[in-house]
Structure formats: C-alpha cells, structure tokens
C-alpha cells in the first residue's frame, strides 16, 4: 500500500481511511483528552498524509506508524494552542454563568469519567512518556513501529515506556482508589499492567 499511498492514488487514500481512522481519533482522545480536538486532529492527520505523501518511506510495512506518527505531532500543536487559548481567556473578564441544562446519556457520561481517570494519570507524566504509552500499549504498535512514529531510536522507546509504568505504578500505590462493583477497576492500575506489543520480525 505505500507504494499506492506515495503515488497519490485516491483508492489507497480511502482504504487507509477506512482502517485507520478509528484508530488515529483514538489515539488522538488519548493525548488530548477532548472529543471535538480528537476529531479535528484525525481530519488534520489526513489531510497533512495526503499533503506530504511523498515523504513516506517505501517498503512493505503498515503505514499506521507513519500516520500516527503525524497525529501525534499534530495532538501536540492542539494541546499548545488550548494554552494559548486559555492563558488568553485568563485575562478577560468572566462571564455571568448560565447553568447548563442539556441532558446527558448515561453512556456519555461514563466515557467522561473513564476519559477523566485516564486523562488525571497521564497528566503526571512527560509528554514523551504519555506519547509512547498511547502508541504502544493503545495504539497497538510495536517498538519498532513506535520509534518509526515518533523518530526516535528503540531503546528510546523502551526506556520512555519503562518510565511511564513506573510513574503510573506509583500513581496507584500514592492514590489508591477502591474497585468499583462488577469487577470495574476505577484506578490507573489497569494502564501500568497493559501488555505491549514485542518488535515484529
């Protein structure tokens, strides 16, 4: 398919689309903790793949690491744009508050909580370390794939990775939270103990 994908054929594009858009939004609500920026990356994702096309490699293997190479790249150019938003806002005059009366399902409301859980764990790490945790343990790549993604050597990869464990194992054992019923687990144990993918040969 990189062949395809580099010559600019629109039938490639679709295929990639299809396979890969789900994962990209994914990994993308990961590092960006937001529905509506998550969307907007994986369309800027596509459109920068599309654009840049030329520069990826050839070869035989997935172009999945090239493309969440990108939408990484792009959730970190969001997540620098929400600053600068926000540091905007900061200085303006509060508005009067207006309750918000809209509904919401349950289902929608037990992914905010989920998102929030995660989103508290990420926060105490590194950039780095929460990019390589999404793309190895989430995303599904392996090593390899993962430093292909992110331009990096695998041993940085591996040493990212091993860092972010530690950090969330830590997490857990300062802020330990009770299991929830049905044998839910509600703390960030579940993260540290997700098993990564080994280097394919």
Same mark, same amino acid.
């Given at each position: ?13 679709a ?10 939004y994914?990994?993308?609500?990961r ?5 509506s920026?998550?969307e907007?990356?994986m369309?800027?994702?596509?459109l ?8 990826l490699?050839e ?8 493309l969440?190479?990108i ?14 938003r926000l540091?905007f806002l /900061?200085?303006q005059?509060?508005? +009067? =508050?207006v ?8 289902g %929608?409301i037990?992914d $905010? !909580? ?7 764990a990420?926060?105490?790490l590194?950039?780095?370390?929460r ?15 993962? /430093?292909e993604?992110l331009?990096? +050597? =695998?041993g940085t ?7 972010a %464990?530690?950090?969330? $194992? !830590?997490?857990v ?27 394919t040969?």
């Open positions: 398919m990189r062949g395809r994908l580099r010559a600019g054929e629109r039938e490639a594009f295929e990639l689309y299809e396979q890969c858009a789900r994962i990209v994914r990994h993308a609500l590092l960006t903790g937001d529905w920026t998550a907007e990356v369309s800027d994702t596509f920068a793949a599309w654009r840049g096309r030329e520069r490699s070869g035989e293997g997935s172009p999945l690491p090239w969440l190479g939408a990484t790249h792009k959730c970190e150019n969001a997540r620098r744009g929400l600053r600068r540091a /900061a200085r005059p509060r508005p +009067p =508050v309750a918000d009366f809209a509904p919401e399902t349950a %929608r037990d $905010a !909580r989920r998102l929030a859980v995660v989103q508290d990420l926060g105490h590194r950039r780095q370390e990019e390589v945790l999404s793309l190895c343990v989430w995303s599904g790549l392996d090593y390899q794939q993962t /430093a993604a331009g990096v +050597p =695998v990869v591996r040493s990212r990775l091993s860092r %464990r530690k950090k969330l $194992a !830590r997490l054992e300062e802020k330990a939270e009770p299991r929830a019923g049905r044998g839910e687990v509600t703390s960030t144990a579940a993260l540290a103990a997700l098993p990564v993918r080994e280097e040969t």
